[in-house]
């Protein structure tokens, strides 16, 4: 069993920064990528960006190219998500998604980021 739980989400004025937690625990598992997904108020789910766990590649959303940057903790088995000069279109639940080894996806519960003066 792998669990994933995120955090660092909140209210945040436009040009601002929020940095996005999300730990996954549990036992004996191997992680091959971990990706930041959205989900907006009508249910649309689109990917942010991405990382895999091995080399470290990256991949982003054009929405977000420039302004946020992934990183991983491979110790920690933590993904980062640093968002800057955020925008009032960036306001949704962002979830953690991530491809487990020989067990499949898991995905986070989500937390919310809103952007608004």
Not at 8 to 20: F, I, K, N
Not at 91 to 106: E, N, P, Q, S, W
Request: proline share 3%.
């Amino acid at each position: 069993q792998v669990q994933l739980v995120e955090s660092g989400g909140g209210l945040v004025q436009p040009g601002g920064s929020l940095r996005l937690s999300c730990s996954a625990s549990g036992s004996n598992f191997s992680i091959y990528a971990m990706t930041w997904y959205r989900q907006t108020p009508e249910k649309q789910r689109d990917l942010v960006a991405g990382i895999t766990w091995g080399g470290g590649s990256t991949k982003y959303a054009d929405s977000v190219k420039g302004r946020f940057i992934i990183s991983r903790d491979k110790d920690k088995a933590t993904v980062y998500l640093q968002m800057n000069n955020l925008k009032p279109e960036d306001t949704a639940v962002y979830l953690c998604h991530a491809d487990i080894i020989k067990i499949g996806a898991r995905w986070g519960q989500g937390t919310q980021v809103t952007v608004s003066s």
